[in-house]
């Protein structure tokens, strides 16, 4: 490292200190604290973009600062890769030697040392760029002021602030400025694709199913959703959509939006008895989780919830759908499609799809661990139980489709062809994402003439309950198999295993968050009361093992 990089580091480092106390953990979707403590934080990983961009050959890497579905007063800091992916996993222990550096000068041998093994060049020679996003949190202002203080920090390394975009844009951007060499792929450009694929969609519906399926009413967590939305419905001509909780009035992530609906089970605020019989849908502050649910009538607010294994079930259904009308003949090249959950999937969904014919596989929780699994196919699902999710197609699939929907005679498979292709131009290719997701719900609803009560009846969803627990340290627990089993404390495995026996159907977990304090546990049986209780007596056992007893 040259002298001037040396004290250009030393100088602005100092401006940002770092909490005291407090250790920082780049956890399942990077950093997330109370906001007031993250300038330093953020200053950093400001700096770590533009190592990432110059390790990467000056690729454009992402940065976006946003707490999801958290309180409005936490926010966040997460970096993309070049093709928009989660930051490699491999980069994790260093964003976190970096967020907790006590010292401008430990910061500066950290990186000195970590720029020397990973070979990164940092004389000024080579160029980084930067794009920086933010969801509507009041703080993501000053907060992004951070992130290109640290940016600048780095010769050679430039920052272009995208403002305020949902985090799956940002993602795409990313994405398309560096695979697709759209230098400068834009929001508009984001819009533009977006709607053009989801109006082939529509154009390629078979006329006979051409009946309406009624309007929608989309719960917006107030969020960065909700303007997003409105811009993308004016873009459309088809789309009944009714926009709600975009942000005008209430308090983002309060008692609205997708985790509240799908952890609570309820129906958000501004939505009531009204709304019976609606198609309703819920994003999440951020805009990359997506749930559907219609209100019960005389139900004192409960709902029906259409989760994320619901929606990945539909999409499988689709694609499998048409694949068979393209691939009818046995001896023909057919892609391989697999399907990826987590322990939280509800088990009826596991099941449904196991009786498609399709293959599924469990990672721990985490798109980066989804994500990565859904790529080893040629057309990969993924979805969280939360509605975080995408649909993942290899570039061997995009060439075969490709070559078949221009080369195929019969107009039928040329159609399933075109469907296909738009569905991989709609649905975003580097992370989960609500508005696109909505968009391809809507048309293969519409496709198939179903309302969302017979997409619901796809299959019903055990009962299921979730719980969090405070404990001292949450880090105590370790597990594996795909997080359904406890390792560590030792004991507490069998004596969950001990009560998961008693109730029929019965399904049990727990594990550390990687977003909040808190160890989460997660319990399924064949009546609601059962699954309650499991939950409640499990949560009392993690107390015991590692509440705050001294
Ligand atoms: C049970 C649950 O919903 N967990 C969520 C939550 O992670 P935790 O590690 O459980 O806090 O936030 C993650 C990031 O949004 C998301 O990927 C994950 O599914
Ligand atoms: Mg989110």
């Known amino acids: 490292m040259d002298s001037q990089q040396r004290s250009m580091l030393l100088e602005s480092s100092s401006l940002f200190p770092p909490p005291k106390g407090i250790k920082l953990s780049y956890g399942t979707a990077g950093f997330r604290a109370d906001a007031s403590i993250l300038q330093s934080t953020v200053f950093r990983m400001g700096i770590l973009a533009a190592l990432r961009s110059l390790k990467t050959e000056g690729a454009v890497i992402g940065l976006m600062i946003t707490a999801s579905h958290n309180k409005v007063s936490d926010n966040g800091v997460k970096v993309a890769d070049p093709n928009g992916e989660m930051l490699t996993q491999h980069w994790e222990p260093f964003a976190d030697s970096l967020a907790n550096a006590p010292d401008p000068h430990s910061l500066l041998q950290l990186i000195a040392d970590f720029a020397k093994k990973e070979e990164i060049p940092l004389n000024g020679s080579k160029a980084a760029a ?16 951070a992130a290109k203080q640290g940016i600048c920090s780095v010769i050679g390394a430039a920052a272009s602030d995208m403002g305020v975009v949902t985090t799956p844009q940002l993602h795409w951007m990313v994405r398309a400025r560096n695979k697709d060499l759209k230098a400068s792929a834009s929001e508009l450009d984001y819009f533009d694709q977006v709607s ?28 960065v959703g909700g303007e997003k939305l409105r811009i993308l419905k004016e873009k459309l001509n088809w789309l009944d959509a009714e926009i709600r909780n975009s942000g005008e009035q209430g308090i983002l992530n309060e008692q609205v939006g ?7 089970k309820v129906a958000p605020q501004g939505f009531g008895p009204h709304d019976v019989g609606t198609r309703c849908a819920s994003l999440d502050g951020d805009a990359d989780r997506l749930v559907y649910f219609t209100i019960i009538p005389n139900g004192n607010n409960q709902i029906n919830l259409v989760d994320g294994d619901k929606i ?21 090249y057919q892609p391989r499609v697999g399907v990826v959950q987590t322990a939280y999937a509800n088990g009826a969904s596991t099941k449904y799809l196991n009786q498609l014919g399709l ?17 080893e196919f040629d057309i990969g699902i993924y979805f969280e139980a939360n509605g975080h999710g995408t649909i993942l197609f290899s570039d061997h699939s995009l060439c075969w489709l490709e070559d078949r929907k221009s080369t195929e005679k019969g107009l039928e498979k040329q159609n399933a062809a075109k469907r296909l292709w738009a569905v991989s131009k709609l649905i975003n290719q580097a992370v989960g994402d609500a508005l696109s997701g909505l968009l391809l719900v809507e048309a293969i609803l519409q496709h198939m003439g179903w309302s969302v009560d017979k997409w619901n009846d796809l299959y019903h969803d055990l009962p299921s309950r979730q719980l969090k627990v405070k404990v001292a340290d949450r880090t105590a627990v370790v597990t594996t198999n795909a997080e359904t089993i406890v390792e560590k404390p030792p004991g507490i495995q069998e004596a969950i295993t001990a009560l998961t026996v008693k109730y029929p159907q019965g399904r049990c977990f727990v594990r550390p968050s990687g ?17 309650d209780e499991l939950a409640t007596c499990v949560a009392k056992l993690v107390d015991q093992f590692l509440g705050f007893h001294s």
């Open 130 to 145: 930067i794009l920086l996003g933010r969801d509507t949190r009041p703080s993501g202002e000053f907060l992004v002021e």
């Open 359 to 375: 293959q599924v596989i469990f990672t721990p929780t985490g798109v980066k661990y989804l994500h990565e699994k859904a790529q």
């Open 515 to 531: 977003t909040e304090d808190v160890v989460r546990v997660y319990a399924e049986a064949n009546i609601q009361e059962s699954a």
């Open 196 to 223: 053009t694929s989801f109006r082939c969609l529509i154009d390629l519906i078979p006329k006979k199913s051409h009946h309406g399926i009624g309007k929608l009413i989309v719960d917006c967590a107030n969020g």
């Open 258 to 264: 997708a985790d509240y609906v799908q952890k609570d």
């Open 312 to 332: 990945l079930s539909l999409f499988a259904l689709f694609i499998k759908d048409q694949l068979s009308i393209l691939t009818d003949d046995k001896n023909e």
